[in-house]
């Protein structure tokens, strides 16, 4: 039994640093779900998106991948803007479905862009962090990209939370998302602010896009997996905060990994779609939802 | 004079026989064209019947294209079963795994329901891909379909595409489709006057899937290869809802228009099919913000027109 525990101690500990990843890739589809109730079936996309506009800015400087942040998270800012601005704003109505479709639409359309711009290869964000390892104590080893992408996923959505009660816009974003007409009539533009959320989510995706380039290999289909991902920490994590998002991404991040563990490696995804289903078919409003 | 409705009737009549004795005048590029075009038809008309009518966004209706495909495969292969009977077979296979899916499934609404099912087809596909009986990822050759001759493929496509329109037109004018409407324009106030919603829309899902699962029989025996990551990619249902949303989502000209347009551009640009797929998300995208209703549902308000009508005059 001890033994088998200890065993268990790499797979755990492997399982909650990649969920702190999952919780980056996440947070940006929960925004937008959360604010302006909208499903962005385009957000894998965009995380890819953010992966190969790193790629790019690294084959012109010869940087860090972390580095290139300084220009991808603008450019996804604006893209994310854009998007929600001229696009997903002029099909807002009380049919939640054409604002899905056109999400849809924006997702086949980056995925194949991206095949025309980039073939089919295999991609990475290559870094001498992706083959370090760490070893605390005797029992774990930790790759060091795994750390760095829990590390970072975490101070992003501290960042995130501060934003959200201190600054004028945070405040006018909750506002706008709990009742539209009322923030109007305070002079909110709501329209306005939805594209600020999703100029934001665009931000969190460049962070989520750059640390999966530096972790895993990518495609240009490679979207749609991670919007899967997305779907599957806001569902579980539930709508409302962002820390419930971020627990959500360490349950899945666990499932995966611990399924992997026990049933081979052909089963980590599937460990985590039924998880997935589980709660949606029982709680589909999130384990850490509030009511 | 004849009446309007006889003069249909023979509209009908004349572009089905044209249809069926296609073999025997036109060249066999033209005779694929067609029965490429009935399948996609079949498929879309079933994604038409759910989100278009029964308020059903699925993305996961190449569930049903797989496991069509792989009933298929495996009873006429392994099992030496005659070729359309296995067909038939992953029919009630896929009307089976519907009802059993169900129950979870329509638990959720919406964009829950759009996410639901397409994490059910993924399971599939990963599973299929992890399971030795059907090959792995490598995939089966459909063989027996070798003995099949073209035009006998051809039939059994437009058969399936001509009766997938046919099921919706009577499905529509019947009380079942009398109640999608009521539920269509409002669900509460539909319910209290004693339509059944989650029986309704059960009736729709379970049709869909199995008249999916035959489609996707015929289809494979024309593709001979059936794979896991194609047989339940989402590519399958990504066609099916730019044919719906171009061609006019709840109509029933729509997909048909769609499925017209969407095998012309793919032949067209077949040797650069991401780019027919760039320029089919653009126009889905523009035919979404200027005019939801699609091709057909924009020039039925706009001149009254409609061949096939739902209403009872």
């Known amino acids: 039994m001890l033994a088998m525990l200890a065993g268990l101690k790499n797979p755990i500990m492997n399982g909650l640093l990649l969920g702190g990843l999952y919780g980056i890739v996440g947070i940006g589809m929960s925004m937008i779900f959360g604010i302006v109730r909208v499903v962005n079936l385009a957000h894998g996309d965009l995380v890819i998106l953010a992966a190969y506009l790193s790629f790019v800015t690294l084959s012109i400087f010869k940087v860090s991948p972390l580095l290139s942040l300084v220009l991808v998270i603008p450019a996804m800012f604006l893209i994310g803007f854009i998007i929600q601005y001229y696009l997903v704003n002029r099909v807002l109505g009380k049919d939640m479905n054409p604002p899905l479709l056109v999400a849809f639409g924006l997702s086949i359309i980056l995925q194949n862009l991206l095949l025309l711009i980039f073939t089919p290869d295999a991609r990475a964000l290559v870094t001498n962090l992706s083959i370090a390892t760490l070893r605390i104590g005797n029992f774990v080893n930790i790759p060091v990209v795994y750390l760095v992408d829990f590390i970072v996923s975490l101070a992003t959505i501290f960042l995130l939370s501060r934003f959200f009660t201190k600054t004028y816009l945070g405040k006018a974003i909750r506002a706008a998302s709990d009742d539209e007409g009322a923030a109007e009539l305070m002079g909110i533009n709501a329209k306005r602010i939805y594209a600020w959320a999703m100029a934001i989510a665009g931000g969190t995706a460049a962070i989520a896009g750059v640390l999966v380039g530096m972790t895993f290999t990518f495609y240009p289909h490679t979207g749609p997996d991670y919007l899967i991902i997305a779907f599957g920490v806001v569902i579980i994590g539930g709508l409302g905060s962002l820390l419930g998002t971020f627990l959500g991404g360490l349950i899945l991040g666990l499932a995966q990994i611990l399924g992997a563990h026990f049933l081979g490696p052909g089963f980590q995804l599937i460990s985590g779609y039924v998880i997935l289903l589980v709660v949606l078919a029982f709680k589909p409003t999130g384990l850490f939802s509030k009511g | 004079m004849l009446s309007s409705f006889a003069k249909r ?65 495996v009873f006429s292969m392994y099992y030496g079963f005659p070729i359309w009977l296995s067909i038939l077979i992953g029919g009630m296979l896929s009307v089976l795994f519907a009802l059993l899916i169900s129950a979870p499934i329509f638990r959720m609404r919406g964009v829950y329901f759009a996410i639901g099912t397409w994490t059910v087809a993924e399971t599939l596909r990963i599973l299929f891909s992890n399971w030795k009986y059907v090959g792995y990822g490598m995939g089966l050759f459909v063989k027996p379909a070798y003995t099949l001759s073209f035009n006998t493929i051809f039939y059994a496509g ?88 171009i061609g006019g989502i709840g109509t029933i000209e729509g997909p048909i228009v769609g499925s017209f347009i969407y095998v012309v551009l793919q032949q067209w640009l077949s040797e650069y099919p991401s780019v027919s797929l760039l320029i089919l998300g653009v126009i889905a995208i523009v035919v979404i913000l200027l005019a939801p209703k699609g091709i057909m549902g924009t020039i039925q308000e706009r001149l009254g027109f409609e061949i096939l009508s739902p209403r009872r005059k």
Do not use: H
């Open chain 2, 158 to 245: 437009l058969f399936v595409g001509v009766a997938s329109v046919a099921l919706i037109y009577f499905i529509l004018r019947s009380k079942l489709g009398l109640g999608l409407m009521a539920m269509r324009d409002d669900e509460t106030s539909s319910e209290t006057l004693g339509v059944d919603i989650f029986r309704t829309k059960l009736i729709c899902f379970v049709l869909a899937a199995g008249v999916t699962g035959v489609a996707s029989g015929v289809l494979y025996l024309q593709n001979i290869f059936i794979q896991p990551f194609s047989a339940f990619g989402i590519d399958w249902t990504v066609r099916l809802v730019f044919i719906t949303i």
């Open chain 2, 9 to 73: 009737l023979y509209g009908i009549a004349i572009v089905a026989l044209a249809l069926a004795s296609l073999p025997l005048w036109a060249p066999r590029y033209w005779v694929l064209i067609v029965m490429l075009f009935s399948l996609n038809l079949a498929l879309a008309q079933m994604w038409n019947l759910l989100a278009g009518y029964s308020g059903l966004i699925s993305l996961g209706q190449q569930a049903f294209v797989g496991l069509g495909g792989y009933t298929l495969a």
